[in-house]
């Protein structure tokens, strides 16, 4: 019974195979081996074109992006010495510095963090006054300015004034945006100054910017 099963698959499979070569979708490998090496090259780059569906667009990606994409890959160490580089040579959970860590990184002065957040706060006042709503402003037409780095500085020192209650975050649910205003939303507790995760991406910034509120 055995040998007759093994006999039968073996079959089974043969008859699998010649339908198979016997399909009209069926070519040779030899014989589509053989018409790549002999087409000429105008011929194989436009079926390269024809099928090619690139992930990433051209439009995104800008000469400063690309150096320092290679930069950063050209400075990575191999995965070994990452990983020897923890004491228990395991990867490190991420985690996130608060402004005292960032004061004895000596990445920034208290005074000058302290000036920035003033600075901020004061042009929040003034850009929700002179706004055409009068009380609230969109939260990137804010944040977002034509740096890149100074709109990541921004984001995170809006965020301590929200934290501190010098500002509150008021979102839309139906129109899907988030608003700065100077007061508390409607139905919002004394303790909450409201919450919302905000991504802020290259490629979104820079449609922003060349665009105007397309984020």
Not at 128 to 146: K, L, W
């Amino acid at each position: 019974m055995e040998a007759l099963s093994q006999i039968s698959s073996i079959i089974h499979l043969q008859k699998k195979w010649i339908a198979y070569r016997a399909s009209s979708l069926y070519v040779d490998p030899l014989v589509v081996e053989l018409k790549i090496r002999l087409a000429p090259q105008e011929k194989l780059a436009e079926a390269l074109e024809k099928s090619w569906h690139p992930i990433v667009s051209l439009q995104h990606i800008t000469p400063q992006r690309l150096t320092e994409a290679m930069d950063y890959w050209n400075r990575l160490l191999p995965f070994k010495e990452r990983l020897a580089t923890s004491p228990s040579g395991e990867l490190l959970e991420p985690g996130s510095f608060d402004l005292e860590e960032l004061v004895k990184l000596q990445i920034v002065s208290a005074e000058e963090f302290k000036d920035r957040l003033n600075d901020l706060q004061k042009e929040l006042n003034e850009r929700i006054t002179g706004s055409e709503e009068g009380s609230r402003i969109r939260y990137e037409d804010f944040v977002y300015v034509a740096d890149f780095k100074e709109t990541i500085l921004r984001a995170y020192l809006t965020t301590f004034l929200i934290s501190e209650g010098d500002a509150f975050l008021q979102v839309d649910p139906l129109e899907e945006e988030a608003f700065l205003t100077l007061r508390r939303p409607e139905g919002a507790s004394k303790t909450s100054t409201g919450s919302k995760v905000v991504a802020i991406n290259h490629g979104e910034w820079e449609m922003y910017i060349e665009g105007g509120r397309q984020v």
